[in-house]
């Protein structure tokens, strides 16, 4: 993982969309397909979020991956490749696309891309900044994501003749290394795919062609689906965090 300086970040916040209005010809084709054609619609619509061409790298792109393994893909946003943002994903859920989150966390990873291994139907985050390394680990299952375990370490830093200074939490509390390493060590075995987020343009819609698009894929999402941009400032906030928590104990020390 690389150490970039954290970057402040600007909200542009949450919206919540009006509810489909569906016929019976829609409700036929409420699939996956036509859930993720609406979410992508709606994000390029978005004021503020950039959509390229098909051969523009930096802007914002979308990706699929089957985490769980259920024969339903999750669809992964992503507004760019700056490290201060990460990916939203979604799942499909009786036709509707659900913002996937565990608590407020609602972005995952960072330059644009997460971690994901489908064996174990996880999502790994990893976060760098100001020295300071964040490694989030979580499940999904049956729809909903559960955080595993959260790993916190600030050694790099410090320069090579202070490491010894370092702190190392596990959740939220100070342990020491060697209980960290032992915590960590199971997630270090787990082979990761490290670029999930960016495999397609935002106007690409082809791997969505299952259903053409149409009026129907331009309608807004259900109300069960929120809409979101934050996940620049998720990952600002996680970083601030972990930097003010390490600032306090330093004084105390």
Partial sequence: ???IALIPALVLGMQL???????ADDTAE??????????????????????????DSYGARWDLCDIDCDGTPELFISPDDSHVNGVMIYTCIAGNPVLLQCGSQQAFGENGVTAVNTDEHMIGSFHTG????LRTFYKLENGKLTQLDSFMSDIESYPDDEKSKAAWELNSRNVRKEQFDAALEPYTKIVWREDVGRSYAFIDRSPLAAVKHSAAADAPPDMKFALTWGSAAALTVSLIAAIVSIIGRRKKA
């Avoid at 859930?35 to 061409?53: D, N, P």
Wanted: hydrophobic share 35%.
């Fill in 17 to 23: 969309l009006s509810p489909l209005s569906a016929g």
């Fill in 130 to 133: 100001s020295g300071i390394e």
């Fill in 1 to 3: 993982m690389k150490r």
């Fill in 30 to 55: 409420q699939t996956w397909h036509l859930a993720y054609q609406k979410v992508l619609t709606a994000y390029s619509r978005m004021q503020g979020f950039e959509i390229g061409s098909t051969d």
